[in-house]
């Protein structure tokens, strides 16, 4: 396990859980998310399966990257109001989880 921390090792687990989404995709459909990507709710990109495969690779990458058991797939982030709604959200939300420890 390589254990880093900040804006760069969740932008890296993003990328990572993107790419493991995507495997699992016709290259039509594959997704390619940024930082204005809306995740769930209205224009977003992943349905509740893909959602909940992002998360939980998500919950890995992180792990593997920070060192940092970071919860990502719980009832109140599945909610329209939720840190899961776009990339950016859910970027300042991991990060401030870590800095939490």
Known sequence: MVETTGIDAIRTAIQSATDDLNRTK???SRIELHDNSILIGDGGSLDSLGLVTFLVSMEEHLFKTTGTQVALL???N???QSPLRSVSL???YINESLQQG
């Open 78 to 80: 599945l909610s329209l």
């Open 74 to 76: 719980t009832e109140s």
């Open 90 to 92: 859910l970027i300042a």
């Open 26 to 28: 016709l290259p039509e």
